[in-house]
Nanobody
């Protein structure tokens, strides 16, 4: 089994930055592609960003391109989401997810493409 624990959420003013972390344990981290999703109240969970197991490819939702950066440190078994220029509409619970093995982009941008999920961390952006 894989356990994922998110941290780094909080309250920030519009234009500010936060860095989310996702600590992965239970199986070799380098075997897993990682993704970040978010869910605002009353809305469906939506894709934010993803990174392949090697880190060679990254994918972003149009709404966060140029503002958010996904990365991973396989030595620390941790994935990150650096969020800059935050907007009130970025307010949501952010979840990290892990998928074992090879994956195409289409697999990494949908919730059904992942095997494991964290409990989420709240991000609130005030205007």
């Amino acid at each position: 089994q894989v356990q994922l624990v998110e941290s780094g959420g909080g309250l920030v003013q519009a234009g500010g930055s936060l860095r989310l972390s996702c600590a992965h344990s239970g199986r070799p981290f380098s075997n897993y592609a990682m993704g970040w999703f978010r869910q605002a109240p009353g809305k469906e969970r939506e894709f934010v960003a993803a990174i392949t197991w090697s880190g060679s490819s990254t994918y972003y939702a149009d709404s966060v391109k140029g503002r958010f950066t996904i990365s991973r440190d396989n030595a620390k078994n941790t994935a990150y989401l650096q969020m800059n220029s935050l907007r009130p509409e970025d307010t949501a619970v952010y979840y990290c997810a892990a998928r074992c093995g090879m994956a195409q982009a289409i697999d990494l941008v949908t919730t059904s493409g992942y095997d494991y999920w964290g409990q989420g961390t709240q991000v609130t952006v005030s205007s």
